[in-house]
C-alpha cells in the first residue's frame, strides 16, 4: 500500500463522498485531521489533500484505506503525487513571524502576570488572540487557522519569561525559542514599565481604530516604519493619502505662497524646476491612533515636508511633530558647522 498508488479516478471518488457525507463526519469516519496547510483544489472547492488521498486508497481494487498515522502530509508526498495527478494544491501560507507591536504587548501582558502566568484558556491569552487576530485580518495578513491562537500567545509569554533575570534566578530555564527582537525589547524596556504599558496601549488603540477595507490596501512601506512599525504606521498613513484633503492642503498652500517644506524650507519647484512643480508630500501632525472615532481631519492638522523630511517625522513609534523635525535638524546642522 502506497501513495503510488494512487489513481486520478480513486481520488476524485474520494472527493465524491466527502462531498456526500460532509467534512466532520468524512474526517471523522476516516480518522483523520483537517487540512492546516495544503489543500486539494477541485471544481472551486477546497478539500483536506492528506485526508482525501488516504481514503482514495480504498477505491483502488478494493484496497484498505491509508490511515493517517501510515504517510506523511505535505508537498514532498502527498502533494507531489496529487500533482502529478493533474490537481491543483492551495498551500496556505506560513504564519507570519511575530512583530514589534505584537511583542510589545504580549511583553506587557507578561508584565501584568508576572508571579502566574495566564493559562491557554485563559481570559487573558483569549483577550490577546483576539486582538492580534483583529490586526492581522485589517492588515490583510495571509496565513493558517493557527496564526496567533491561545496556544501561541500562552508559547510566546514562555518564550518572554525564559529572559526573566527573576525567573531564571531560580534556577530555571523556560522556552528559549524566542528570537532577537524579544531580546531586544526586554532590554529596551526593562525598568520602564510605564512607557511599555503606554506603548501597549497606543498600539490597542491602534488596532481597534483599523478599518479593514482602508488599511488592507496599504502596503507596509519599509522606507517609512522606523522604530514605529507595524499597525500604527498604517493607521497613519491611511490619513495621510486622502487624496481630497492632500489635494485641498497643497490647494491652500500654493494660494498663500509656495509648496515648501514647513521643516527645512526645501521648494521642489526652486531645485527641480517644472518637473518639481506644485509637489510636496502632506504629514499628518496628531496622533491619529489617539484620535475619537469619528474624527475629523482638518486641513490645520496637515503639514508639508519634502520626502526626506518625512520620513524622518515617521523614524519613532509615534509620529514627529513639525517642530521635533525641525528641531532635529537644526541640532545636526549646528553639529557640522565648522568652528
Known amino acids: 500500500m502506497a501513495l503510488g498508488d494512487l489513481t486520478r479516478d480513486a481520488v476524485i471518488a474520494a472527493i465524491s463522498e ?23 483544489v477541485w471544481n472551486g472547492k477546497h478539500y483536506p489533500s ?22 506523511t502530509g505535505g508537498e514532498a508526498s502527498v502533494g507531489k503525487k496529487l500533482r502529478q495527478l493533474g490537481f491543483d494544491l492551495y498551500i496556505v501560507p506560513p504564519n507570519p513571524d511575530w512583530s514589534r ?39 490583510g495578513t495571509q496565513a493558517g487557522s493557527t496564526i496567533r491562537n491561545a496556544n501561541g500567545v500562552y508559547l510566546k509569554l ?20 524566542g528570537g532577537k527582537i524579544e531580546k531586544a525589547l526586554w532590554a529596551e524596556y526593562v525598568g520602564r514599565r510605564e512607557q511599555l504599558a503606554k506603548d501597549a496601549a497606543d498600539i490597542r488603540t491602534a488596532i481597534t481604530s483599523l478599518d479593514v477595507k482602508a488599511i488592507g490596501t496599504i502596503d507596509a512601506d519599509t522606507a517609512y516604519e522606523g522604530e514605529e512599525g507595524g499597525v500604527i504606521i498604517r493607521l497613519h498613513k491611511r490619513y495621510e493619502r486622502d487624496s481630497r484633503l492632500i489635494a485641498e492642503k497643497r490647494m491652500a498652500a500654493k494660494a498663500s505662497g509656495s509648496l515648501k517644506c514647513e521643516a527645512c524650507d526645501f521648494d521642489f519647484a526652486m531645485v527641480y524646476g517644472a518637473l518639481g512643480s506644485d509637489y510636496i508630500e502632506v504629514h499628518h501632525t ?10 475629523k481631519t482638518r486641513l490645520s492638522d496637515l503639514a508639508l ?3 526626506n523630511c518625512h520620513r524622518m517625522a515617521h523614524r519613532k513609534r509615534v ?21
Open 305 to 307: 515636508l519634502c520626502a
Open 50 to 71: 492528506k485526508a482525501i488521498a488516504g481514503v482514495a486508497h480504498r477505491f483502488i481494487d478494493g484496497r484498505p484505506i491509508l490511515g493517517s498515522a501510515t504517510f
Open 101 to 139: 507591536d505584537e511583542l510589545i504587548l504580549a511583553l506587557d501582558l507578561y508584565f501584568e502576570n508576572t508571579q502566574v502566568i495566564p493559562g491557554k484558556e485563559s481570559r487573558a491569552v483569549d483577550d490577546l488572540s483576539a486582538l492580534l487576530n483583529a490586526m492581522h485580518q485589517a492588515m
Open 158 to 177: 514562555m518564550n518572554i519569561r525564559s529572559l526573566d533575570p527573576a525567573y531564571l534566578a531560580q534556577g530555571k530555564v523556560g522556552m528559549q525559542s
Open 319 to 339: 509620529p514627529l511633530t513639525v517642530d521635533e523635525v525641525r528641531r532635529a535638524l537644526a541640532v545636526a546642522r549646528k553639529l557640522v558647522v565648522q568652528p
Open 18 to 40: 466527502y462531498d456526500v457525507a460532509g467534512r466532520q463526519s468524512f474526517l471523522a469516519k476516516y480518522g483523520f485531521a483537517d487540512s492546516k496547510r495544503y489543500w486539494l
Open 286 to 295: 496628531k496622533p491619529v491612533h489617539l484620535m475619537e472615532p469619528g474624527s
